[in-house]
């Protein structure tokens, strides 16, 4: 009678191998970045998706219909005869904010970098409208900027009679400008102090003793080793500036005229006021495709001007 072998036993190692230390630390890390994919999914890339879907179709919630257009919308994009002008006044409000913004926060770090006495209490005042609700901080300028506000009764102490700032052809883009640099140049302010703060003392030592300038000092040795913030600055404030769109609601309406129409505030016009929803949803795709395309354009053309970039 043949012997019974007994079955070898699997040692508890060898169960458990599968259960190395490698994944354990790669599901530990996919558990850390879960909130953010799940974020990712649910609030960026299914939106995008569903507003794709919408721009193919024609969405009347008044009439309860929902009907599939193909590129109708796109076509009508093409040829609405409005869209030139928005986008030109999306594109002065976007350079004249990118110019007017990172020339002055570049500015006000300078100067809050020379540590001269009160340069806190400076940088908690320039840096306090950008925890300010914006919309609030529209209102007020509202009130500011009217035929008889605030501004005007200052200029009227000096014996100047000021505009109605909000309603003239002239002055309502620039008056928009002026209040949204005045509420977010403490932001490029702060990144642009703690990238001076960084660069080396010794090279402007250097620099004075073979004679050289401030100015030069400045182009030649500031100016290059803070690129790296000018470039992520400009495209915080680039893409910004193209989605305005709480200013312009409480401080023109997109007026006077069509002046001050933006490209967001042309959306939301089209979509939540008459109801195009799917026409709206083509403008969105417009948007998308600018704010992606300058993003990668300034992106691509870093190696041309930022400093030490692989």
Known sequence: MAQDHPLPSISP????????????????GYLFILPQITGLVVFVLVPLALMAWYSLNEWNVLAGTFSFVGLGNYEKLATDPALPGVLWASACFSVGLVLFNLSLALLLAVLLNQKLAGTVVFRTIFFSPVVVSLVAWAIVWRFLLQQDGGINAVLRMLSIDGPNWL???????????????????????????????????????????????RWTQFFRITVPLISPTVLLTSIITVAGSLQVFAQIAVLTEGGPGTSTTVLVYYLYQQAFQFHFFGYGASLAMLLLLIVGALTYLQWSLRKAWVYDND
Not at 187 to 204: D, G, I, K, R, S
Request: without cysteine; glycine residues 4%.
């Open 167 to 213: 309603r003239g052809p002239n002055t309502a883009m620039v008056s928009v400008i002026v209040v949204q640099v005045v509420k977010n140049v403490g932001l490029n302010m702060v990144l642009f102090l703690a990238a001076l703060q960084n660069v080396p003392q010794e090279l402007y030592e250097a620099a004075r003793v073979d004679g050289a300038s």
């Open 13 to 28: 190692d060898v169960r458990r191998s599968w259960w190395t230390p490698a994944r354990r630390d790669h599901f530990i």
